[in-house]
């Protein structure tokens, strides 16, 4: 049996895709994958099928691109798309495979995690045999216990907790932990930043930001022995190997992206009248569900779980 699976384009949200993906793997044992998506999701499934970047938007003609990519592969059994954009639509009319789904949620009000498993198991008729995130990296060994710092948030500025305040949470707890810096190469300045003030106090640290890849920076998350972190794709590496976790949530909705299953993860957040806006950039201006987020909570919840 084959499979094509077109994954989310976030890091985060395929993450968040892996229960569902672990599960087809459970109803169908012996199939073959071809996974298809964004150089960031398709990373973490590498070691599981065939892999095809996703270049359709540096076409001029997607939709040739997609037909051409399509009757380039040989047939498949089952289509599934974890994404609703119409050029999913097309790609599964292309492939014509005669199991096949296109992502709509199926309830909004469940966490991700749950909806990608329902419409997966309904769309391809399967049952649900596992519901757990599963990414097959190697957990980092440390020599010592070791505080991570996320500061970044690809989807935008409102969901950024600020560099200072990172900071002054790893001056409390430098004591206890090694420290590592983690970020894109969209987010050196911020976590150069957070390097600067950490420097000036004398507290030893290690800047990884834009210095890894995404099999590298799973594996040092996966080792973690805490974890702060924004609403972001490396919250929910985190939350994939139950990584005790502060996770700061600002503009999104936690209730759908919170750190899955993770009964060592801790929210923080406000409840602002503007909360959840679900904007990248404050709309009124005052990124008052971060601002007023402040240090001494993340570190209270900190405590509970170290």
Not at 19 to 24: M, Q, S
Not at 98 to 115: A, E, F, Q, T
Not at 243 to 272: C, D, Q
């Amino acid at each position: 049996m084959r499979v094509f699976i077109e994954l989310p384009t976030w890091l985060g949200d395929g993450v968040m895709s892996s229960a569902a993906i672990a599960n087809i793997r459970a109803n169908f044992k012996d199939a073959k994958l071809t996974f298809f998506g964004s150089a960031a999701s398709t990373a973490l499934f590498a070691n599981l099928g065939d892999i095809i970047i996703d270049e359709s938007k540096k076409s001029k003609f997607r939709l040739a691109y997609l037909y051409k990519l399509a009757k380039s592969q040989p047939k498949f059994d089952a289509f599934i798309s974890f994404r609703s954009h119409l050029a999913s639509k097309a790609l599964a009319f292309f492939i014509h495979a005669p199991k096949s789904g296109v992502y709509r949620p199926i309830n909004k009000s469940d966490h991700l995690v749950v909806d990608y498993l329902n419409f997966s198991s309904k769309a391809l008729n399967i049952g649900i045999l596992t519901n757990e995130m599963e990414l097959s990296f190697t957990p980092q060994i440390y020599t010592r216990p070791t505080l991570g710092l996320n500061p970044g948030a690809t989807y935008g500025s409102a969901k950024r907790w600020y560099p200072s305040y990172f900071a002054q949470v790893a001056m409390e707890l430098a004591d206890k932990f090694d420290i590592l810096i983690f970020g894109g190469n969209g987010e050196i300045e911020i976590c150069d930043e957070i390097s600067h003030i950490l420097t000036k106090s004398g507290i030893s640290h290690i800047n990884l930001c834009g210095k890894t890849s995404i099999k590298e920076l799973a594996s040092y998350i996966a080792g973690l022995g805490l974890f702060i972190t924004n609403d972001s794709g490396p919250m929910h590496i985190a939350a994939a190997f139950k990584v005790p976790t502060v996770a700061l949530f600002g503009p999104t909705n936690f209730t759908r992206t919170s750190p899955y299953n993770n009964p060592k993860a801790r929210l923080a957040h406000l409840n602002l009248p503007c909360m959840p806006c679900m904007k990248r950039v404050c709309p009124l201006g005052s990124h008052e569900c971060m601002k007023e987020l402040k240090p001494a909570l993340a570190l209270e919840l900190a405590r509970q779980i170290i």
